[in-house]
């Protein structure tokens, strides 16, 4: 496999004489949060965790993108958490762009390079340290795990994207691909945090319309995206949140790769809302 490039954000401020306005856009349907507005006075910090910040790109909203949080972490050497999640339902996925990041899972020590990828299941023991000498940076997906009767909670496991052969999309001769780092069939996960990768020239053919919530932070490259009737130019850095039924399809111009790191929530019902659900018993 050819050796990957991922886009990391370093903070910092533009000077007084950069044009203000960039390609942030916040709709109903989605937003786009462009690599330029990720400076230093945007980031968050978190309880038991040292020489850390972090960029929040998506958390729950009502009435907009509802089932997660994502993060870019920034860890300092010497820094990290032995108490990084304090939600014991929460679930985590995972992964480094650049540096290397020490994951102790269940007392086991993992070495963590770019590419490196984690799901971490909901109560579990872990703890992460940058033992480097430079920053190390990556992303945190959280979700509340959907428990259902008679299906076990997956465990937890450690991999690279390097060590999993992309599959390409059905009737693409190679230009749409898919990393998964999960079997789609397997009922156990309630989420997918996969890479997407298109060759130059690649498409989506459609505007796909459908129930999933979608976190997409391009890693590298750059496309014109369509998004519920608007064209928006992508590119690395940049990262996109999308509602339910928001249409989208796009067209990757290159002319290198386009690739992204992919969130989507699935294998669930629907939660439906208690105070209108129907609980009368047959007349």
């Given at each position: 496999?050819?050796?990957?490039?991922?886009?990391?954000?370093?903070?910092?401020?533009?000077?007084?004489?950069?044009?203000?306005?960039?390609?942030?856009?916040?709709?109903?349907?989605?937003?786009?949060?462009?690599?330029?507005?990720?400076?230093?006075?945007?980031?968050?910090?978190?309880?038991?965790?040292?020489?850390?910040?972090?960029?929040?790109?998506?958390?729950?909203?009502?009435?907009?993108?509802?089932?997660?949080?994502?993060?870019?972490?920034?860890?300092?050497?010497?820094?990290?958490?032995?108490?990084?999640?304090?939600?014991?339902?929460?679930?985590?996925?995972?992964?480094?762009?650049?540096?290397?990041?020490?994951?102790?899972?269940?007392?086991?020590?993992?070495?963590?390079?770019?590419?490196?990828?984690?799901?971490?299941?909901?109560?579990?023991?872990?703890?992460?340290?940058?033992?480097?000498d430079s920053e190390v940076r990556f992303h945190w997906i959280r979700k509340a795990y959907e428990?259902?009767?008679?299906?076990?909670?997956?465990?937890?496991?450690?991999?690279?994207?390097?060590?999993?052969?992309?599959?390409?999309?059905?009737?693409?001769?190679?230009?749409?691909?898919?990393?998964?780092?999960?079997?789609?069939?397997?009922?156990?996960?309630?989420?997918?945090?996969?890479?997407?990768?298109?060759?130059p020239g690649g498409v989506i053919p459609f505007d796909e319309t459908h129930i999933m919530e979608?976190?997409?932070?391009?890693?590298?490259?750059?496309?014109?995206?369509?998004?519920?009737?608007?064209?928006?130019?992508?590119?690395?850095?940049?990262?996109?949140?999308?509602?339910?039924?928001?249409?989208?399809?796009?067209?990757?111009g290159g002319p290198g790769p386009f690739r992204y790191l992919l969130y989507k929530d699935v294998?669930?019902?629907?939660?439906?809302?208690?105070?209108?659900?129907?609980?009368?018993?047959?007349?």
């Amino acid at each position: 496999m050819a050796e990957r490039s991922y886009y990391a954000p370093k903070g910092g401020l533009p000077g007084q004489t950069q044009m203000t306005a960039d390609r942030a856009i916040f709709t109903e349907a989605y937003a786009v949060i462009p690599k330029g507005v990720m400076r230093d006075i945007v980031t968050s910090f978190l309880p038991f965790w040292d020489k850390t910040r972090l960029w929040v790109l998506a958390r729950p909203l009502s009435g907009f993108a509802e089932t997660f949080s994502q993060y870019i972490m920034e860890v300092a050497p010497g820094g990290g958490s032995d108490r990084p999640e304090e939600d014991e339902g929460a679930e985590a996925v995972l992964f480094v762009v650049e540096g290397e990041l020490t994951l102790t899972l269940a007392g086991e020590k993992h070495i963590m390079q770019p590419g490196g990828y984690a799901f971490i299941p909901p109560a579990s023991d872990w703890q992460v340290r940058n033992d480097g000498d430079s920053e190390v940076r990556f992303h945190w997906i959280r979700k509340a795990y959907e428990h259902v009767d008679g299906i076990e909670v997956p465990e937890a496991f450690v991999t690279n994207e390097k060590d999993i052969e992309p599959a390409a999309m059905p009737d693409t001769n190679g230009a749409w691909a898919t990393t998964r780092f999960v079997e789609a069939t397997d009922l156990r996960h309630d989420m997918h945090v996969t890479i997407v990768t298109f060759q130059p020239g690649g498409v989506i053919p459609f505007d796909e319309t459908h129930i999933m919530e979608h976190g997409l932070y391009v890693l590298e490259g750059k496309a014109v995206y369509h998004l519920n009737q608007d064209w928006v130019e992508v590119e690395a850095g940049d990262f996109m949140w999308l509602r339910a039924f928001c249409p989208q399809a796009c067209y990757a111009g290159g002319p290198g790769p386009f690739r992204y790191l992919l969130y989507k929530d699935v294998n669930r019902h629907p939660k439906l809302n208690a105070s209108t659900a129907y609980r009368g018993t047959a007349r």
